[in-house]
């Protein structure tokens, strides 16, 4: 299982200090972006991403109400992934394909039923489920109830990628990989506790 660290801020300074303290793991990172309007809280814009962006692995995870031009901003900035929350999207709209190195996948809030997706599954690669009651903001209670719904698209769609982001802490770690979840978005229990060597390494511990 992958162990994403997750940065969600509104400070540029802050995302520029946690890429650094990174360098040299290997890792993908993932960075949150909140307009305001999904959610009540915003973020950095994607313009304003400090000049270390260019030597991380990392992706993308867009709670806007307009995830297309918000993607547009990235596609030259180097992301690898992007994940849409398909509560804005309307039944028909196909996920774009830009570029074959970037991936579109589809997010979905904690009470979104599964049968959203049905409409993409023809461009869908991945999901990432929101493992909280409320987006947007840091330190929020992991909900147990995500481990019914990962089941319920393992066994739908065992073929779909599935990350798990909210709220995530070590003793959850056991659970979701038995689950067969294959990344997992770590927030602030990641960058809370001390040197990001050494988090990662009892992140993946507890996996075994």
């Not at 039944?91 to 009470?111: F, M, Q, R, V, Y």
């Not at 599964?114 to 493992?131: A, G, Q, R, T, W």
């Not at 330190?139 to 982001?165: A, G, H, M, Q, W």
Request: include cysteine.
């Amino acid at each position: 299982m992958e162990i994403i660290p997750s940065i969600l801020t509104s400070s540029v300074d802050e995302v520029d200090k946690r890429l650094k303290s990174i360098q040299g793991l290997n890792l993908n990172v993932q960075i949150d972006f909140m307009d305001g309007q999904f959610v009540e809280t915003k973020s950095v814009l994607p313009e304003d991403l400090p000049e270390g962006i260019k030597y991380i692995t990392w992706e993308a995870h867009l709670m806007v109400q307009d995830p297309l031009s918000w993607s547009r901003s990235l596609y030259g900035l180097g992301c690898q992934r992007i994940y849409w929350q398909v509560e804005v999207l309307h039944s028909g709209i196909d996920l774009p394909s830009i570029s074959t190195k970037i991936e579109h996948g589809l997010a979905l809030k904690l009470e979104t039923s599964i049968d959203s997706i049905e409409s993409y599954l023809p461009y869908l690669k991945s999901v990432l489920f929101l493992s909280i009651q409320k987006p947007g903001y840091q330190n929020e209670k992991f909900e147990e109830s995500i481990y019914d719904k990962i089941k319920e698209l393992k066994y739908r769609y065992p073929k779909i990628k599935i990350t798990v982001d909210g709220g995530v802490k070590i003793e959850h770690m056991k659970p979701l990989s038995r689950l067969g979840v294959d990344r997992v978005a770590v927030g602030s229990a990641f960058w809370q506790y001390g040197d990001p060597k050494t988090v990662l390494s009892a992140f993946r511990q507890a996996t075994l």
